[in-house]
């Protein structure tokens, strides 16, 4: 778990890093992940990268729910992003990678070949918050373990290009921007999947929220894992959280079945979930 404090000195400082850094790639590997592909975005990435080009990472595939990472490929592509969902933990995809970017990237390619330029690596940097699993692409990518160091805005050290693929090089440290704190329901997602250091958030607001979304999009499988009746299911949240707290045999402590709760969403003990529902255009 990333102990990034994002005071404003540190996010001057990630941005100032991350601008350094452009100039020296072709593309921007952007990884958000699968579960919240709005909320685990840095606000202002469109600012500091404006045109360079880019390939959206959708990783963590594996744990979102699969109809809704196809229907978040379809709306970023519907902005003119290119977008992609990876599963890095256990590689899957992964090596879509280079080939999106060699397409991305089609026409540079065709006019360095008219100059006599072959065979020239495309130069990538993956940038995204903490979490999303920039490190763990790297080493997918790199094909061996890389101890990835200075991963903490503030830290500079010398650049080096890792062989990332034929075609593809990688600079050696990811650039670390922050998620949007101010949004509290942004900080909720982000405090359910683990985005975030749990000193951030109250546990039982997380746990409301939580509960919540399954209550909504999945109530059978809360029925299922906690041995509810359809009626526990009209439970107002705070009255379910009573409930389960008693369950658990936690007697009032709302906060220890909170943690449980949460851990078991991480863990994937309710299935696989999108927390972003996707936005239509316009609205
Ligand atoms: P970073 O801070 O962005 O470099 O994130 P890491 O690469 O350290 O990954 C954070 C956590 O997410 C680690 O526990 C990884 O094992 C896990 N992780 C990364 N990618 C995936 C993935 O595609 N699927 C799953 N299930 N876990 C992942």
Redesign the pocket.
Known sequence: ??TIQWFPGHMAKAKKQVQEKLHLVDIVLE?VD?RLPLASRNPILDQIIQQKPRLMIL?????ADAALNAAWLDYFKRQGLPAIS?????N?NVQQIEKQAQVILADKIARQQAKGIKNKPIRAI?I????????????RLVKKNIA?TG?HPGVTKRQQWLKAGKHLELLDT?G?LWPKFEDPLVGQKLALT?AIKDSLYHSDDVALYMLAFFKQYFPERLQQRYHLTEEDLTLTDPDLLMKLTADFGLKQDYERASERLILDCRK?KLGRYTLDQVIEAGS
């Not at 990876?86 to 256990?90: E, F, K, L, T, V």
């Open positions: 778990m990333s990884i699968a990783n963590k595939a594996d744990l990876i599963d890095s933990q256990h899957h993956c995204g918050i903490p979490n999303v699993g920039k490190s763990t692409i790297l080493n990835i991963n990811p670390i683990g994937g």
